[in-house]
């Protein structure tokens, strides 16, 4: 039996950055993939990276290819009725988003992690978890024609939604909260210039898409279809026709088809387990949470479990203290569940649910009130950026929660801790609404 500090499950975004930063402290770890490295890196997922992301990946040191080949975007546009308002970020926020592809991210880190000389195990069968609720827990797995055994002192399940972490948790610890949409998404990838040079979300009476990018030469599209859509169904001219008749005229024109490098779909679903933490067990990602796509938010809240995972962790072999891996899912599932929240706010805003004509003129009422309200825009625009991180105040964490308490917290804490406003508050001016067509 081999032994180490941090046995990682799952050589997604969550389990390669988790290595990288806890390697960067001395802390030993070890991470088992199922899938090959070809697979890995094959797949086509997130573009949107919230700037607390950005700033882990840059304090993991593997942040140089993004700042070089990142697009810095202040704004997005959403279209209907053929006509699109732009939402300023950064006049509403002070903040923007980088596009950089998860798959570039992967790559990254991926090399980082071999550089290192710790590379991820590829190809792992018949991983099983063992004796987590106890102080000694082992993995156990099948890898390179035999067997092999580790024990540890912490398991991270950074397996996605299908992995085996969350599901080797007694069911009866668990708590799960699930809606699934009766939709999905059908993105092809193709080597032609984006439509606009921002993402574009468009609502339409024959369903949602997207205008997305990886580079100013590769663009990444998406059409609402149904859940159960077969993909020899859409063949590439037939996608790009959707693709135009979704979009307001004027976006529509700009749109350059050609073939297609990858076609893929999605399904769409809302999904959180509580805790995210049982004994020495803690699930990272998309293994304890999923979110629909249309916010962009699930690899940034994959990225903000693992930097709070990497921080109680080296608190706790630096010093011994383990309040912070006490507190992890607690501290986790706040800024959690407020991105479920948008995420279905967004999606529910953005797509076609129905053929009830009611549905889509509440919608076009919504968005209507949206383009013309500065206080409904900055708070899409905040939600996007990405929220502030949860404050690690126990007291006023239950304030937040119990108005009761909220009296009680105010005497007890000192005043140096009670919520300041947000220093780019002062910066929120009305922007004018920019209507680009129609
Ligand atoms: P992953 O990426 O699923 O990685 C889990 C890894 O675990 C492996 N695995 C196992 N390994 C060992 N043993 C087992 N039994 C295993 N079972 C599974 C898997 O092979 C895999 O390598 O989870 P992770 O690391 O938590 O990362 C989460 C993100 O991938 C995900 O949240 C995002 O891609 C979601 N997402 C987006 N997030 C954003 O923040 N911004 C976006 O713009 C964005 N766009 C998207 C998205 C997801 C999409 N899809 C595919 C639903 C767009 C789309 C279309
Ligand atoms: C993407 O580029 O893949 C992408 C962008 C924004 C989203 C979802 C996906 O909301």
């Known amino acids: 039996m081999s032994r180490t500090q941090v046995a990682i499950i ?22 088992l993939e199922r899938q090959s490295r070809e697979h890995v890196i094959g797949r086509i997922r997130a ?18 290819r993004m700042q070089h080949e990142g697009l810095i975007h202040d704004g997005f546009s959403i279209g209907f009725e053929d006509r699109a308002f732009r939402i300023d970020l950064r006049a509403l926020t002070g903040k923007a ?25 590829f190809e792992v069968g018949d991983i099983s978890l063992h004796d987590f609720e106890l102080d000694r827990p082992i993995v156990r797995y099948f890898h390179g ?23 080797s948790v007694p069911s009866a610890a668990l708590r799960t909260f699930e809606r699934t949409y009766p939709f999905g998404w059908l993105g092809i990838l193709a080597d032609v210039p984006p439509a606009s040079h921002e993402l574009v979300y468009s609502n339409h009476a024959r369903g949602f898409a997207l205008c997305s990018m990886r580079s100013p030469r590769r663009s990444r599209y998406y059409v609402q279809c149904a859940s159960d859509e077969k993909l020899e169904a859409w063949p590439d001219e037939r996608f790009w026709d959707e693709l135009v008749s979704r979009l307001p005229a004027d976006i529509a024109r700009t749109v350059v088809a050609g073939p297609s490098i990858e076609k893929s ?5 809302s999904f959180v387990v509580e805790p995210m933490q049982f004994g020495k067990l803690f699930l990272v990602g998309d293994a304890a949470h999923i979110v629909p796509p249309t916010g ?5 809240l994959a990225v903000s479990d693992v930097r709070a995972l990497y921080r109680a962790l080296s608190a706790h072999y630096r010093t011994g203290r383990s309040e912070g891996l006490h507190r992890y899912s607690e501290q986790c599932l706040r800024r959690v569940w407020k991105a479920v929240r948008f995420s279905w706010w967004f999606t529910s805003v953005m797509h076609k649910f129905s053929d009830e004509p009611i549905a889509h003129r ?15 825009l900055a708070s899409l625009a905040e939600n996007y950026v990405g929220l502030p991180e949860p404050r690690l105040c126990p007291t006023l964490m239950a304030a937040d929660h119990h108005p009761a308490l909220t009296r009680r917290a105010a005497k007890l804490t000192p005043t140096r801790r009670v919520r300041r406003p947000d220093r780019n508050a002062d910066r929120l001016s009305h922007p004018p609404i920019r209507w680009e067509t129609g």
């Open 362 to 376: 509440l919608q076009l009422a919504e968005l209507d009130y949206l383009a013309g309200s500065h206080a409904a």
């Open 296 to 300: 962009a938010k699930g690899l940034n």
């Open 265 to 269: 779909i999605a399904p769409l679903r």
């Open 10 to 31: 799952g050589a997604g975004p969550s389990g390669l950055l988790l290595s990288q930063l806890l390697d960067s402290q001395g802390i030993d770890n070890i991470v």
């Open 47 to 64: 573009g949107v990276l919230e700037q607390g992301t950005v700033d882990l990946l840059l304090e993991a040191g593997v942040g140089g």
């Open 145 to 167: 024609g035999r067997s092999h055994e580790i024990a540890c002192d912490f398991i991270a399940g950074c397996d996605g939604y299908h992995g085996i972490s969350r599901k």
């Open 97 to 121: 988003v980088t596009v950089y592809g998860q798959t570039e991210i992967t790559k990254d880190l991926i090399d980082a992690r071999a550089a290192a000389g710790n590379p991820p195990a």
